[in-house]
């Protein structure tokens, strides 16, 4: 079994040159190409393909519902929150250069003013809740 890529020239040389060479006439002066074998040459689908992607039917209300709650705890909750830690995040972050022990408190208050992207990425994907 011979895998042909699309950019193989080396593999495509050493087919015709194995079939020349087999199917030669070798008694006559000129060289005819006569078939004597049979070769099998099998198109393999590379490694690089990616593989299908099957779309899956199901129903589309409960992402929609998910999406609607997502959007009213994004709206309510997360931007106020953001907006209330920001302040504390910019004021404690420059600190961290003298006391690094503060940077899990700044890392916890980084992740809660990214929170409305967490908000806005569940609510286009219509993930539930729990």
């Known amino acids: 079994m011979l ?4 950019c193989s020239k080396i593999l495509i040389n050493t087919v015709s040159k194995m079939i020349s060479a087999d199917l030669m006439n070798a008694g006559s002066r000129k060289c005819y190409l006569k078939p004597t074998r049979k070769y099998k040459i099998k198109l393999v ?3 690089s393909t990616p593989p ?5 039917n199901g ?11 997502w959007l009213i705890i994004l709206i309510i909750f997360s931007f106020w929150i953001a907006t209330f830690l920001a302040f ?10 003298c006391i690094p022990d503060i940077s899990v408190v700044t890392d916890f208050l980084l992740k ?3 929170f409305p992207k967490y908000c806005a990425e569940n609510m286009m994907a219509g993930t539930a809740l729990f």
């Open 45 to 47: 689908r590379s490694e």
């Open 88 to 97: 504390f995040y910019i004021i404690l972050f420059p600190i961290t250069v």
């Open 3 to 6: 895998c042909l890529k699309p």
């Open 59 to 69: 129903p589309k209300m409960p992402k929609i519902v998910w999406s609607i709650i």
């Open 52 to 56: 299908v992607v099957k779309k899956q």
């Open 112 to 114: 809660c003013i990214q």
